[in-house]
Structure formats: structure tokens, C-alpha cells
């Protein structure tokens, strides 16, 4: 297929409610959405990076710099029959993982579109539903926190993720687990404490997490070995984990038990799937991460949690959760009975966007086409 015209679409968003963790709160929410057509078809990606360069040095801006001036240019009037055709001529790029990702994914998209099926078949899915979780801030009150996790466990959550940094750990997560006894609990600590924290995490053991999410340094694997070793609870990498070699890494070195995989922070499918099948292969668990996402990142994250080895509830939560309104349609809504989001079935991401949200939350935008 010949990539004739890519659009890429900044949009922003209020969220519904604040989402407060160790690197900062965010109530606007932005992102860049990609459009490539080809043949009639349009695929569609999204590049996930906040406008601060808290969780990673990537931002809204440097996104769209990358996709402007290298990324986009390189794709169009190529002929493509696979996204590697494509994400080869993203090599001469270094890092920029998520902007990479959303063009790919948009890719990955119209591919399976032209086919016909859907996006999580051409992963090699295994389910059409995927178990989910909720991601909680961190609260300004212990009350306000138990509170909300009891609105979210009302609308049958089943797995709840809470964020921590030094100082809110301990109390908060004892809290939690005395009046859930059961639940399925994690902590996430963005990165938030050192080495020198060990025995707060050895506490943390008593208290049955299912993980804790990046306790250390957000580019670190080998302290993060250090931690695995002196406790309990499994540990699980996020911001370290940008690529499969890091990957190879974190397995050798026994740095975790369990990947986040958030498809941004790899730099799209391509890589996500080889993590996944390296994380198989070692025996280690993961899960989809979430960023916020509106449905077209959604709709991607669902397929991906489709494959083999995302045998944990990942932080997709349903549409409402996130935003008053989405820029797609079929929002997602959780199904109650078993915590789970259902896959779409039709062609690709399964998901259509709706072209006059996009135009009332954008605040740029530009088109390329082969003869720009
Ligand atoms: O660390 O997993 C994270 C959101 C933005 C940036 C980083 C993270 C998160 C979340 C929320 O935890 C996940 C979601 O619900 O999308
Ligand atoms: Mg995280």
C-alpha cells in the first residue's frame, strides 16, 4: 500500500478528575493523534507523551518536532507491505519511543484494515476480553483515598493500583489492604526512591501486592536488581524499559518479575511484541500500562493485552474514567461481572474516530501529502 497522506492532530483534554503522582498532577491532557491514509483506509495512532517531561523526556512538543521534521517525511509515498517497511526508516532517528510508536501503530492499523481483521488477530490474541485494573493518585487525605477506591471498586474494579512516593506508602497501602483484605493491590512509585529505601519496601512485603511498579530510578535496571533481591514482592519495570535490550537486561540481571509494557514506551508493536515474547520465554509476567489515553491508544493497548502473556489486569480503564467525552466511538465501558473491557471486533482498532470531537479539542494541525 502506498502511504499517500498523514495528518497529525494535537488535541487537549480535561480529565475528569486530577491525576496527582510523584512526578506531578495532570488535569489537561494532550496528545497527538496520527492519521495515515492509504487506498481509501485511514489508520490511526497516538502519541501518548504528556507536556511536561515528568514520566519521560519526551513531551508533546518534542513529539511533534520528531513526526514534523523526521518521521513523517521519511514514511511518505513509501510502499509498504508490512510496518517494518516502514519503521526501518525510523533508524535514523535515536529514542523518541513514542513518537515512533504512534506512527507505527497508525500503521499497524491501516494494515490490518486493508485485511480486513482485527488488530489483535494480527497479534496472535488469544481473548476478546481483557482483565483491567484502575490506576488511584496519590490523595491528599487517607479518607479521600479509601473513598475513591471505593467508588471505583463499586463499579467493579477488581484491581487496584495505587500510587505512592516517600512518605505516602506504608499508612496508605496498610489502610487499603485492612479494608480490602482480598483485593488484588499494587503500589507505584514513578520512580520516587532509592536503594536507600530498602526497608520500606521490606514493610511493604507484609502487605500481599501483587507488585510494586518502578520503585527506583526511572532509567535503572541494576539497583533495581539489588531491590528484587532483598524482598518479597515482586518488582515490576516501567520507565526502564524502553526497548528489548533493555529487556534482556532487566531478565538477566533478575531486575524483575514482571514488565509494564506501555507500546509507547518501546517505540510501537514491533518492539512490544518481542519484549512480550522474550517475557514468555523467561518466565517473566506483564501487563498493559496505560498513559491516559484517549480511544485510539485504548483501542491499541486492548488488542495488545490480547496476546499470550498479559496475564495480569493492566491499566485500561474504562472511557468515563478518563473523560467527559471521547474523541471515538465505541467508547469503553467495563464489564462489571469480570473487570474486563471487551475487544473490538471489527477491521484494525475497531474503534472510528470522530472527526468533529477532534476538531473541537485541537490546537494544531497539519497534512502531508506526497506532493508537500
Ligand atoms: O506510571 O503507569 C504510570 C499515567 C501517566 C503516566 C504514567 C503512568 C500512568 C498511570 C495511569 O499509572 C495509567 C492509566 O490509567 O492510563
Ligand atoms: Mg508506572
Known sequence: MKIERIELHHISQQLVHPFRTSFGTQIERSCILVAVYSEGLIGWGEAVASTDPGYSYETVTTSWHILNDYLVPACIGLDITTPQDATHHFKKVRGHQMAKASLENAIWDLLAKAEGVPLSQKLGGVRDRVEVGVSIGIQPTLQALLDRIDSFVDLGYRRIKMKIEPGWEVEPISAVRARYPAIKLMGDANSAFTLDDVAIFQKLDEYDLLMVEQPLYYDDIYEHSKLQA???????????????????????????????????????????????????????????????????????????????????????????????????????????????????????????????????????????????
Open 230 to 372: 532483598q524482598i518479597k514482592t515482586a518488582v515490576c519495570l516501567d520507565e526502564s524499559i524502553h526497548a528489548p535490550q533493555d529487556a534482556r537486561s532487566a531478565i538477566e540481571l533478575q531486575a524483575c518479575r514482571i514488565i509494564n509494557m506501555k507500546v509507547a514506551r518501546v517505540g510501537g508493536l514491533t518492539n512490544a511484541i518481542k519484549i512480550h515474547d522474550m517475557s514468555l520465554e523467561a518466565g517473566l509476567e506483564m501487563w498493559c500500562g496505560g498513559m491516559l489515553e484517549t480511544g485510539v491508544g485504548r483501542a491499541t493497548n486492548v488488542h495488545l493485552a490480547t496476546m499470550p502473556n498479559f496475564t495480569l489486569p493492566g491499566d485500561i480503564s474504562a472511557s468515563a474514567r478518563y473523560y467527559a467525552e471521547d474523541i471515538a466511538e465505541p467508547i469503553f465501558e467495563l464489564n462489571q461481572e469480570d473487570s474486563t473491557l471487551s475487544v473490538p471486533s471489527g477491521p484494525g482498532i475497531g474503534v472510528e474516530v470522530l472527526m468533529d470531537r477532534v476538531e473541537k479539542v485541537r490546537v494544531r494541525h497539519q497534512v502531508f501529502d506526497k506532493s508537500s
